[in-house]
């Protein structure tokens, strides 16, 4: 069997420079046998045995071709948990998140501008689709110091042999170790799908619904607080710019959030396929499996979308003890504040939008293989401080995909572009061509994408969180070369990004909106590699390097790195374990600084962020349908001046220190019924 051609970034991650297309095989009945499901099916199957059970399980991705599996490791704690690895966040999970790694936004036409809480939300391009012969379902239940808690559900089976319907829930809640950074998000996704006994009719229906709530300090007052003996043991204490004199609280379900960000996304997805092509069956001893080849498949995708975003400071309420400091809003937004009175600023955003595609198959015994054009009407109302505007977009968009039946060449090319409306001239094009060199050699990929966007709206005037005097701003661009090499033998995949911008766009302070004009090209190599020590001992090792060339106002850090080195391995008949540490460093660098009413993180070329390296201790392990995770992470926050304390706190933007040491439990109980 050829690998999958699809090179996996560190961590388990797939790039995210994908297109929305859905082609998926037919749905079989759960009593099928064997043999007919060999031509549909058996490439999608995954076997799970959990004692006398056995459990085949098809997972799919709405924005993907080809069909996924659940990842049931234990190496990897990121891939349980929201938070990248090669991300930083201010000091409390749940709060505001910004990649080590360099990138320019991806997205295209209309884009509201809020982004620093996204690795906690659901996204409709990762919903899930499953067709499972028995209900499966799977409970989390994670605690943290500083009485954080996440919990997350899964449950899905088949209503019938061809609908399915799933539903995933998780609850992040964490009051926070430092005062004001009290975080509560919310979010649920069901999803539908169903397939019409002949297999000529597929049904889509996703409805999402992501609700976050951060809290917001405006970092401490001044570093010097850190190392007063009066605020050693309880960080709490130290006073911070914005949010008052909160209660520490630990209420699992409150939703109360005096000073900070609140954003509220539902989303509802219908997408509709109707194919025409050959039908074909396949006759066992006990039934009749129909099968269809679509050689032409016609797509119609209504979506609806409420987004709600906005930032509040309130007057002193119940257990808060808070007035706005006029003077901090005065100094870094010019906003006006009467004594004693609050702060509430808001963007509301309705959309509609209808998308109408054409897929043809050239070859109906493959269907990785097709060509689709479409066209999308897409309808805006925005509500905003001082005006509501009815705004469209007109999109025409275009892709070719072909995985060849041998499995060792797979190419994707795709185009969209906005012909008219609000964000007329913007499109995206991307071409990767990956090619399965042999099972010794491994995989290479190479691609291009070039991506020319609007800005987006909290730089439009209308915006209620343009506080900035009156500018223009131009599209920004962004050719992006890639390359890809993963020899699985070794363990090995190489990486390299080449990024050419002109006309970058960023924050340069707390409101001030900048554009670069002048040309600046990156370059990022990286690499992952698994080296084994001896029998069950491995380093699973990452390593980032990145130079800028140009004047933009861009500082990364130039290393980053993150390294395992663990026992691996089965003792006894049924628990697999996975022990030892974890080690990530980076290179001393001018850490962007963060805006808490606008949500973004912001340049500042003064104050340089020299962080010791960051240490983890973790033994993780699964029996059969079980699995836990124990950590104790940032022991390198250790300090033996004045006693043995954990309080030599990391930075992760200036006045953002990050916890010192934290213990986490996290457990997962998979269940068949």
């Given at each position: 069997m050829a690998q999958d051609p699809v090179i996996r970034l560190p961590g388990g991650r797939r790039p995210t420079?994908?297109?929305?297309?859905?082609?998926?095989?037919?749905?079989?009945?759960?009593?099928?046998?064997k043999e007919g499901r060999k031509d549909t099916i058996a490439s999608s199957v995954e076997r799970r045995d959990y004692s006398d059970d056995s459990l085949k399980v098809q997972v799919y991705f709405l924005a993907s071709v080809r069909p996924a599996t659940f990842d049931t490791s234990i190496s990897d704690f990121t891939t349980r948990f929201p938070i990248p690895a090669t991300h930083v966040f201010l000091?409390?999970?749940?709060?505001?998140?910004?990649?080590?790694?360099?990138?320019?936004?991806?997205?295209?036409?209309?884009?509201?501008?809020?982004?620093?809480?996204?690795?906690?939300?659901?996204?409709?391009?990762?919903?899930?689709f499953f067709n499972t012969p028995k209900p499966y379902t799977e409970l989390g239940y994670m605690l943290a110091t500083g009485a954080e808690q996440m919990i997350e559900i899964l449950h899905t089976q088949n209503i019938r042999p061809t609908w399915n319907a799933a539903f995933n829930y998780r609850l992040l809640t964490a009051p926070g170790i430092f005062r004001n950074q009290k975080n509560s998000h919310k979010s649920f996704q069901l999803t539908s799908w169903y397939q019409s006994p002949n297999k000529r009719y597929n049904n889509y229906v996703v409805l999402l619904s992501n609700r976050m709530q951060a809290g917001e300090s405006g970092g401490i007052r001044a570093n010097d607080y850190l190392y007063d003996p009066v605020?050693?043991?309880?960080?709490?204490t130290i006073p911070t710019n914005i949010g008052g004199e909160p209660s520490f609280g630990n209420d699992l379900f409150s939703t109360v959030l005096t000073t900070g960000r609140i954003e509220k996304e539902v989303t509802f997805l219908s997408r509709q396929q109707y194919d025409l092509g050959r039908k074909d069956s396949v006759v066992t001893d006990s039934l009749v499996i129909p099968l269809f080849y679509p050689r032409l498949r016609f797509e119609h995708s209504l979506r609806y979308g409420n987004y709600d975003y906005s930032f509040q400071d309130f007057a002193s309420t119940g257990r808060v003890n808070n007035t706005p400091d006029s003077a901090w809003y005065k100094r870094n937004y010019g906003l006006e504040i009467p004594a004693n009175d609050s702060i509430f600023i808001r963007d509301r955003w309705k959309e509609v939008s209808n998308?109408?595609?054409?897929?043809?198959?050239?070859?109906?015994?493959?269907?990785q293989q097709f060509i689709k054009l479409g066209a999308e009407l897409q309808l805006l109302k925005g509500t905003f401080k001082a005006s509501s505007e009815s705004l469209y977009n007109v999109i025409a968009h275009a892709e070719y995909r072909n995985r060849t039946k041998n499995q060792k060449w797979d190419m994707v090319a795709f185009g969209r572009l906005h012909t008219a409306g609000l964000n007329s001239g913007d499109y995206h094009a991307y071409v990767s061509l990956q090619r399965l060199l042999s099972q010794r050699l491994g995989t290479l990929q190479i691609g291009f994408e070039n991506i020319n966007r609007s800005p987006s709206f909290i730089y439009d005037q209308r915006s209620s969180f343009y506080f900035d005097v009156p500018k223009d701003f131009g599209k920004e661009n962004t050719l992006h070369f890639f390359a890809a090499y993963f020899i699985p033998k070794l363990g090995l995949q190489l990486k390299g990004d080449y990024y050419f911008v002109t006309n970058y766009l960023y924050l340069n302070g707390y409101r001030s909106l900048q554009q670069d004009n002048a040309v600046f090209n990156l370059l990022r190599v990286s690499g992952a590699k698994t080296f084994r020590l001896a029998r069950s001992w491995n380093i699973h090792s990452e390593v980032y390097v990145q130079q800028k060339a140009g004047g933009a106002s861009v500082n990364i850090p130039a290393f980053f790195t993150r390294n395992r080195i663990a026992y691996e391995g089965r003792l006894f008949k049924n628990l697999n374990l996975s022990t030892g540490l974890e080690l990530r460093y980076n290179t001393p660098y001018k850490a962007d600084n963060y805006s808490p009413v606008l949500g973004q993180f912001f340049y500042q070329d003064t104050t340089t962020i020299s962080n010791r390296p960051e240490v983890h201790a973790f033994a993780h392990f699964r029996i059969r349908s079980f699995k836990a995770f124990v950590r104790i992470e940032n022991l390198n926050t250790v300090?033996?001046?004045?006693?043995?304390?954990?309080?030599?706190?990391?930075?992760?933007?200036p006045l953002y220190p990050t916890p010192g040491m934290v213990f986490r439990l996290g457990i997962y109980w998979t269940f068949i019924n």
């Open positions: 420079t994908t297109s929305p297309a859905t082609v998926t095989p037919p749905m079989t009945a759960p009593n099928a046998s000091g409390n999970d749940g709060s505001a998140t910004k990649s080590l790694l360099f990138s320019t936004p991806q997205r295209t036409g209309w884009d509201p501008g809020f982004h620093s809480l996204d690795v906690y939300k659901w996204k409709l391009e990762n919903a899930r605020y050693e043991r309880s960080r709490f998308d109408f595609s054409v897929y043809q198959f050239p070859d109906a015994n493959n269907l300090s033996t001046a004045g006693g043995f304390r954990f309080n030599k706190n990391n930075f992760a933007a």
